[in-house]
């Protein structure tokens, strides 16, 4: 009894060739359902700002409106909003919002 037998090699290979076959299949069908899961999303982050070690500052998105959110390893913190009728349409100068109200 042979440890290669010829039956076992040329299952071997059509194991490896339908997994090379599969491979493009599964990268391209992952794609896009991320995509598709992504496109539904209604939050977005739209800045991140470190403040040091597991300290930062983010600013988000949702529903029209941007939150300025301070994220620690203890807590979450909603320091303020800026709802979406308050921003102007157009800011001149590079100016950023302020979420001072």
């Known amino acids: 009894m042979d440890f290669f037998d010829s039956e076992m090699v040329l ?3 059509k ?10 299949v599964i ?10 899961q992504k496109s539904s999303s209604t939050v977005s982050v739209k800045e991140r700002i470190p403040l040091g070690a ?3 500052l983010y600013v ?3 529903a029209g409106n941007k939150y300025l959110v301070a ?5 979450i913190t909603v320091i303020d909003r800026l709802s979406g ?9 590079g100016e950023q919002p302020s979420f001072q109200n």
């Not at 994220?71 to 807590?75: D, L, M």
């Not at 009728?85 to 100068?93: C, I, L, N, S």
């Open 11 to 13: 299952g071997f290979a």
């Open 15 to 24: 194991v490896v060739i339908v997994l090379i076959c599969l491979l493009p």
């Open 27 to 36: 990268y391209y069908v992952t794609r896009w359902y991320g995509k598709v």
């Open 54 to 56: 597991n300290r930062c």
């Open 60 to 62: 988000v998105e949702w």
């Open 71 to 75: 994220f620690t390893n203890q807590q």
């Open 85 to 93: 009728t308050d921003a102007p349409a157009h800011r001149e100068g």
